[in-house]
Nanobody, 122 residues
Framework: QVQLVESGGGLVQSGGSLRLSCEAS????????VGWYRQASGKERELVAGFSRDGNINYADSVKGRFTISRDNVKKAVYLQMNSLKPEDTAVYYCNADIVSIYGLGSTENYWGQGTQVTVSS
């Protein structure tokens, strides 16, 4: 079955950097829209950065100039380089992707990873 596995979260001081990785596996035929979301305690999940289906990149205003999303189609992976981290970036970060797999009978299905905790101390 299709899985998205995130890694790279952790505890970092304000101003520091982290790089999140998300690798997809399991009968994948194609990955289309893919991105990173985050959910802070008591708040709704929000888009941080993502590739749209046509390849455009979108960033939340709060992370523009500090975060960079990239992808490796061969490795079926997407990354989020996070620099100049702030305490307000503290959240669980989730990978999300629209995937066509051998299990979906040719249709596009949306998948979430399990999340990785990012904690930024002041």
């Amino acid at each position: 079955q299709v899985q998205l596995v995130e890694s790279g979260g952790g505890l970092v001081q304000s101003g520091g950097s982290l790089r999140l990785s998300c690798e997809a596996s399991g009968g994948i035929l194609g990955i289309y829209a893919v991105g990173w979301y985050r959910q802070a305690s008591g708040k709704e999940r929000e888009l941080v950065a993502g590739f749209s289906r046509d390849g455009n990149i979108n960033y939340a205003d709060s992370v523009k100039g500090r975060f960079t999303i990239s992808r490796d189609n061969v490795k079926k992976a997407v990354y989020l380089q996070m620099n100049s981290l702030k305490p307000e970036d503290t959240a669980v970060y989730y990978c999300n992707a629209d995937i066509v797999s051998i299990y979906g009978l040719g249709s596009t299905e949306n998948y979430w990873g399990q999340g990785t905790q990012v904690t930024v101390s002041s």
